[in-house]
């Protein structure tokens, strides 16, 4: 029985943890924060239910086979995308009536959208079997031949929109899956565009009560594995030698041994604070930061009719938008906003009559210190954009509450910003990532900064990854073979 730390609760540790205390090992979690779950956070304000992180879940089986029981609700309406023009985009789970909404908004186009589809579903095959297969260094077992040309290996998200459409508002469609990496559609890799054959094909679910539920389930399993889960206890360092690491440090002085060290923490806070180097973190620093985001929390009074669980409201100008949020480093002056309101499907998120708005603009990563605006002026910007697209929120706010990425990072340890996000443009983008296994021996990295990007299941993903490496690196003292 090997002794293991997870340094930090998010989803990534918690998997980890899971996977290695079912596996035979002693596995003790320090999480800094009183609770579990990283982005699966929330917040309650007189009656109303807020997600600060995910609010849909795709690829549902990957908790499934972890153990998580809980039924889901799938949405027949995927998102409803809103141009500066006024038309609006309405995806639905099923392919083909996708396809028809598409030839709906720009007729002609529903045939390239089935043939973008195509594609996708052939990156996403490609991509399950090569870049989420496993960590960095490890030869993927089932690779092929032709996986790499499958990804479209050279061009960009941008790239990739512009070879299936003509339509400018179906390219700022495809560009949006950038944002799920934190990185812009000019950088990132066209690879992402797998995402669609995700979302058309497993579906996007609603977890009642809101994705955090999936933090709690996956905290009862973590107890019933007989992880030792502490919460509001934070490590300040990580004991290691010239070759293998030997434990961490908590934030009361205490020492605490291990065979390996598992952090759930991005890059730069792991080689620029717990396990100083100063080398790896100008490699990674090189790589840029990842978007981060700026939430509005409104209670709003009333219901909107037609209103659907996931809206996005466009910017008029995307390359605009991105060079604000990645060149310019200031939040964008037209901000594309994602509105998230799961009280059209589940009441009890909000009083009756009422709804739960969640408002997300992707801004810089970092101090809003020194954005050229406060944040309370850049909220009221926010909500003048949204009223000018559509969404009048005047007269109906019972109340509105604003959170800059530093408030995120502080007090909900969401949205942080990982050193990855900017550099994933090219064929070999998904490998510019710090790899799985640390530079000395015992020392593992999960979450954020060490997966390929494209949300919650690949965090879950990524912490299978990293329990099957401490299993190979720990041959004697393995006991049951992680699942």
Not at 134 to 154: H, K, N, T, W
Not at 326 to 348: M, W
Not at 444 to 454: D, E, Q, T, W
Request: one cysteine or more; aromatic letters at 8%.
């Amino acid at each position: 029985m090997a002794e293991v730390i997870v340094v930090g609760g998010g989803v990534g540790g918690m998997v980890a943890a899971l996977l290695l205390a079912r596996g035979g090992h002693r596995v003790a979690l320090h999480e800094r924060l009183d609770r579990l779950g990283g982005k699966l956070a929330e917040r309650e304000r007189a009656g109303f239910v807020f997600s600060l992180g995910p609010s849909l879940l795709t690829l549902p089986e990957v908790f499934r086979e972890l153990g998580v029981a809980r039924e889901l609700v799938e949405l027949d309406e995927l998102c409803r995308y809103r141009f500066a023009d006024g038309s609006e985009l309405r995806a639905y789970r099923d392919p083909d009536r996708m396809a028809a909404e598409v030839d709906r908004l720009a007729p002609g186009e529903g045939a390239a959208w089935r043939a973008f589809h195509g594609w996708a579903a052939n990156c996403l095959e490609a991509s399950r079997r090569t870049f989420f297969a496993g960590p960095l260094g490890r030869r993927p077992e089932r690779a092929r031949i032709g996986d790499l040309l499958a990804v479209a290996p050279g061009r960009t998200l941008d790239g990739l929109a512009r070879r299936f459409f003509r339509d400018p508002r179906l390219r700022q469609y495809v560009g949006r899956y950038a944002t799920y990496a934190g990185s812009s559609p000019y950088r990132a890799p066209a690879a992402l565009g797998c995402v669609p054959a995700i979302e058309h094909g497993d579906g996007g679910w609603y977890v009642p009560g809101g994705l955090p539920r999936l933090a709690d389930d996956l905290a009862g399993l973590l107890i019933d594995a007989g992880v030792e889960a502490h919460t509001g206890s934070e490590v300040t360092g990580v004991l290691a030698g010239r070759s293998a690491v030997s434990g961490v440090v908590l934030a009361s002085g205490e020492r605490v041994s291990a065979d390996a060290v598992v952090v759930n923490a991005d890059a730069a806070a792991l080689y620029g604070r717990l396990l100083p180097d100063d080398r790896r973190l100008r490699r990674i620093g090189r790589l840029g930061p990842s978007s981060s985001a700026f939430l509005l929390l409104a209670g709003v009074e009333g219901r909107t009719g037609g209103l659907p669980h996931h809206s996005v409201v466009f910017s008029a100008d995307y390359r605009r938008e991105f060079g604000d949020i990645f060149e310019r480093r200031r939040p964008p002056e037209d901000p594309t906003i994602y509105i998230g309101c799961s009280a059209v499907d589940d009441p009890s998120q909000a009083p009756a009559g009422a709804e739960n708005w969640v408002l997300l603009v992707n801004v810089p990563a970092g101090d809003p210190g020194r954005w050229p605006m406060t944040p309370d002026a850049y909220r009221d910007l926010v909500l003048e954009r949204l009223a000018r697209r559509g969404h009048d929120l005047s007269g109906r706010l019972r109340f509105v509450e604003s959170f800059t990425p530093a408030d995120l990072r502080d007090r909900y340890g969401a949205w942080g910003g990982a050193i990855y996000g900017t550099a994933y443009r090219g064929a070999f983008a998904p490998l510019r990532r710090p790899g799985n296994r640390g530079p000395r021996r015992g020392l593992y990295l999960v979450g954020g900064s060490a997966h390929p990007g494209g949300g919650l299941p690949l965090v879950a993903m990524g912490g299978r990854i990293v329990a099957s490496l401490v299993e190979e690196d720990l041959p004697a003292r393995r006991g049951t073979r992680v699942r």
